[in-house]
């Protein structure tokens, strides 16, 4: 099945500057969500992003499925991005089934 | 607003015994998944339905077993429980026609086996 890795694994930022955060997976995709865990442990549905662009607000994601990877960008970041951040991938074609990456730990210091 | 929702959100429990976590969704979606969360794994799936009267087997699913008896709800029984069953419970629901289908997750429970 498809291997899903995140990068980097933690990240520390200052209130009010920019991020990306990587997704590599090791097959081709024809579905990559991204998820915020908050501090509460929700996860909250970030993109939908099989290929290409979306932006919603501060956040978009971009990805590249020929490469192999998907990018997500904060910027200007704030207290409330805090948590982990995972991306996650069907673990074949046509599966309806995720495997997800360990996530990557974001810190915002106000 | 439809909805996924779990319960307990918080279970402790003796090991050997057996525990039921519920999940209901309001969507009408054919496809339910339950995942755990533990430190150092991310989340790996445990069992799946893709239907009413549909069970599979996931990742990590020794241990654990699932019915699906209408569209609503996928209940995960630990048969007897034990301490490496301590984690987060996540459930999940998705449309039904192909692979481009976003997952949404419920809120989690928390399972402590003592």
């Known amino acids: 099945g498809i291997q899903v890795e995140q990068s980097p694994p933690d990240l520390i930022l200052q209130e009010g500057a920019n991020s990306t955060l990587r997704c590599n997976f090791s097959?081709?995709?024809?579905?990559l969500q991204w998820f915020h865990q908050n501090p509460w442990g929700q996860l909250i549905n970030l993109f939908y992003?099989?290929?290409g662009t979306k932006q919603n607000g501060r956040l978009s994601a971009t990805t590249v499925a020929t490469e192999r990877y998907s990018l997500l960008y904060i910027s200007s970041s704030q207290t409330t991005d805090s948590g982990v951040y995972f991306c996650?991938?069907?673990?074949?074609?046509?599966?309806?089934?995720?495997?997800f990456g360990k996530g990557t730990k974001l810190t915002v210091n106000p | 607003d439809a909805e996924i929702t779990q319960s307990p959100r918080h279970k402790i429990t003796e090991t050997g015994r057996q525990v039921t976590l519920a999940c209901h969704q309001t969507?009408?979606?054919?496809?339910m998944f339950w995942y755990r969360q533990d430190l150092g794994h991310g989340l790996r799936l445990i069992h799946y339905?893709?239907?009413?009267?549909?069970?599979n087997k996931g990742e990590v699913s020794d241990g654990y077993s699932v019915s699906r008896s209408n569209t609503e709800d996928l209940p995960l029984t630990l048969e007897s429980a034990a301490s490496s069953q301590t984690s987060v419970y996540f459930c999940?629901?998705?449309?039904?026609?192909?692979?481009?289908?976003?997952?949404?997750f419920g809120p989690g429970t928390r399972l402590t086996v003592t």
């Open positions: 999940a629901s998705s449309e039904s026609s192909g692979s481009l289908n976003e997952q949404y």
């Open positions: 097959d081709s995709v024809n579905n």
């Open positions: 992003i099989p290929s």
């Open positions: 996650a991938s069907p673990t074949q074609g046509g599966s309806e089934k995720l495997v």
């Open positions: 969507w009408n979606h054919n496809n």
């Open positions: 339905s893709y239907g009413v009267q549909d069970t």
